[in-house]
């Protein structure tokens, strides 16, 4: 990807943001741009959405493959991006069942939990959301951004593709 892209992420919820503020900010291992949570197999985008998106933006989709769901909004979202003139391009991301999944896939972990050293796996979600130094705690895990994003699932988000390798630095 070149320098002066615009990106703009969309993922499910706050312990993604602040996963994806990490690997931006602190690992620099993925392309820079603003984040916003928004879960876009349950929810469709509007006019009124995009509207602040700079012209020339590539929207980047993250979102879970744990629940099979109706593909309907999912689709529609991917088909009214493309549709719209200042959106460069749609990028896909699968996380093959969750996040916690592509976390254990990525680090020398196996449990979630060890990444933030929370107590239980109900305390990982705030601890991750909370933690200051999530990018070296990424480090010491062993991170590795070639395997995070870096499969297909197995059920019908594999339609979809995985482009996560558009938007990775070191790829």
């Given at each position: 990807m070149r320098k002066k892209q615009v990106l703009h992420y969309y993922v499910e919820g706050e312990d993604e943001k602040s996963l994806l503020e990490a690997l931006k900010r602190d690992l620099g291992c993925i392309e820079t741009g603003k984040v916003d949570i928004m879960n876009v197999i349950q929810t469709r985008f509007?006019?009124?959405?995009?509207?602040?998106?700079?012209?020339?933006?590539?929207?980047?989709?993250?979102?879970?493959?744990?629940?099979?769901?109706?593909?309907?909004?999912?689709?529609?979202?991917?088909?009214?991006?493309?549709?719209?003139?200042?959106?460069?391009?749609?990028?896909?991301?699968?996380?093959?069942?969750?996040?916690?999944?592509?976390?254990?896939?990525?680090?020398?972990?196996?449990?979630?939990?060890e990444l933030t050293k929370s107590k239980t796996k109900t305390d990982y979600k705030r601890d991750i959301i909370r933690c200051s130094n999530l990018g070296e705690r990424l480090r010491t895990c062993g991170f590795d951004i070639m395997q995070f994003w870096s499969r297909l699932p197995e059920n019908a988000f594999r339609q979809f593709g995985n482009d996560a390798h558009k938007i990775k630095k070191d790829a």
């Open positions: 509007t006019v009124a959405r995009i509207r602040p998106l700079k012209p020339g933006t590539i929207v980047v989709l993250v979102y879970d493959t744990d629940v099979e769901t109706n593909m309907e909004i999912l689709q529609f979202n991917i088909e009214f991006l493309k549709k719209q003139t200042g959106i460069k391009e749609v990028i896909c991301i699968p996380q093959v069942r969750n996040l916690e999944d592509e976390l254990r896939n990525a680090c020398d972990i196996k449990a979630v939990r």
